[in-house]
Nanobody
Framework: QVQLVESGGGLVQAGGSLRLSCVVT????????MGWFRQAPGKEREFVAA????????FYGDFLKDRFTISRDNAKNTVYLQMNSLKPEDTAVYYC?????????????????WGQGTQVTVTS
């Protein structure tokens, strides 16, 4: 059974930073592309970032403007999302997303596994 468990969310002031983590079990993590999505209240879920199995390819949602960085540690079966210069509009539930494929993708239809989500709240 594949499980994705996020952690690291919380309450932060605008301009602050958070690092989200997602530990994956029951899946060949080192062969799988991973990603992050988010969903704000009343809005559709949107793509945040993705990373290929080898970390050679990463890409990000257009809105980020270099504020977030995705990375992974295959030895720890963990993917990270470093979020800097946070804004109130970054407030959302952040979901870890996994693929069976090694190729990173940005659309929800390509996701095979989802985490339960972690809340990030940014105050002004």
């Amino acid at each position: 059974q594949v499980q994705l468990v996020e952690s690291g969310g919380g309450l932060v002031q605008a301009g602050g930073s958070l690092r989200l983590s997602c530990v994956v079990t029951g899946h060949a993590f080192s062969d799988a592309a991973m990603g992050w999505f988010r969903q704000a209240p009343g809005k559709e879920r949107e793509f945040v970032a993705a990373i290929s199995w080898s970390s050679s390819t990463t890409f990000y949602g257009d809105f980020l403007k270099d504020r977030f960085t995705i990375s992974r540690d295959n030895a720890k079966n963990t993917v990270y999302l470093q979020m800097n210069s946070l804004k109130p509009e970054d407030t959302a539930v952040y979901y870890c997303a996994g693929r069976s494929s090694a190729v990173a993708a940005s659309h929800e239809s390509a996701v095979d596994y989802w985490g339960q989500g972690t809340q990030v709240t940014v105050t002004s």
